[in-house]
């Protein structure tokens, strides 16, 4: 029913920039409640960002807050996750999530769907 695709995702040196965009497809995008998880090697996958249907309200994991920037447009369907002042720390495969009913947006139970993921690599 919702069908999620990242791209954007590379190599880049510490200090950085990368814009991620995720492209839903399937559904009435401003319906959803939409997110941004990551996972690092042997590490769980782990809230990011997330934005409300309209995109009026944001939120942000305390590790990337003032260097990421969660934003949408629903008339093209697409999310987007700048990422600024890269670190080592954020090198991860990052996945955009889908919500039809946002209960807890930080956590992964509360997404039904989720894209594949883009790897971001920050060397240095």
């Known amino acids: 029913q919702v069908q999620l695709v990242e791209s954007g995702g590379g190599l880049v040196q510490a200090g950085g920039s990368l814009r991620l965009s995720c492209a839903a497809s399937?559904?009435?995008?401003?319906?959803?409640?939409m997110a941004w998880f990551r996972q690092a090697p042997g590490k769980e996958r782990e809230f990011v960002a997330g934005i409300s249907r309209s995109g009026g309200n944001t939120y942000y994991a305390d590790s990337v807050k003032g260097r990421f920037t969660i934003s949408r447009d629903n008339a093209k369907n697409l999310v987007y996750l700048q990422m600024n002042s890269l670190k080592p720390e954020d090198t991860a495969v990052y996945y955009c999530a889908a919500a039809l009913v946002a209960v807890g947006v930080r956590t992964v139970g509360s997404f039904d769907y989720w894209g594949q993921g883009t790897q971001v690599t920050v060397s240095s």
């Open positions: 399937g559904r009435t995008f401003s319906t959803l409640t």
